[in-house]
T-cell receptor, first 113, second 112 residues
């Protein structure tokens, strides 16, 4: 069955450092992958989408890579700030006709001042 | 544009009762999806409605149902509530490109 995994342990980093979060998947070839941010008690907020034919995507301090051979996406936040503390979710497109997504459980990031 | 709104934000019910949750999508968005989120299972897809028709369905029992109105507002109903239905229920709307989902704040349901 399709499986999507994110770092289960919380990630603690110092302000100013780069945070790197991992999303691994098996048994599928998605056309695209998305990253979302979720704060406690709120719905996820879309951050970035990367397609299967794109190796890297950037948006301000965010960078996403997509390696379809390794079946892995890496999400980087450079010059991290305490305000970046949140849970980050990756979502995989699994049915192109119906635009259906499956979601990882998320990785909790804490940026310490 | 106003974001996705969900009502109520919090709800406490007892086993066996039923509940109806409401979602108003972003103006102009015709697709509304519903998700259940729990700590152990993460975001689980319930169903998606597009132009008043159910377009996709997840693997949830028939106790979970939904509908969409002509103004794109959607409701989700859960009948015969079980303790395991306690969760955050999120709805998300999608625009024309059909890729990015815009989530509401969710309804936190507690079943006692």
């Amino acid at each position: 069955s399709q499986k999507i995994e994110q770092n289960s342990e919380a990630l603690n980093i110092q302000e100013g450092k780069t945070a790197t979060l991992t999303c691994n998947y098996t048994n599928y070839s998605p056309a695209y992958l998305q990253w979302y941010r979720q704060d406690p008690g709120r719905g996820p907020v879309f951050l970035l989408l990367i397609r299967e034919n794109e190796k890297e995507k950037r948006k301000e301090r965010l960078k996403v890579t997509f390696d379809t051979t390794l079946k892995q996406s890496l999400f980087h936040i450079t010059a991290s700030q305490p305000a970046d503390s949140a849970t980050y979710l990756c979502a995989l497109e699994v049915d192109g006709n119906n635009r259906k997504l499956i979601w990882g459980l998320g990785t909790s990031l804490a940026v310490n001042p | 544009k106003a974001g996705v709104t969900q009502t109520p934000r919090y709800l406490i019910k007892t086993r066996g009762q039923q509940v109806t949750l409401s979602c108003s999508p972003i103006s102009g968005h015709r697709s509304v999806s519903w998700y259940q989120q729990t700590p152990g299972q993460g975001l689980q897809f319930l169903f998606e409605y597009f132009s008043e028709t159910q377009r996709n369905k997840g693997n949830f029992p028939g106790r979970f149902s939904g509908r969409q109105f002509s103004n794109s507002r959607s409701e989700m109903n859960v009948s015969t509530l079980e303790l395991g239905d306690s969760a955050l229920y999120l709805c998300a709307s999608m625009g024309g490109t059909g890729e990015t989902q815009y989530f509401g704040p969710g309804t936190r349901l507690l079943v006692l």
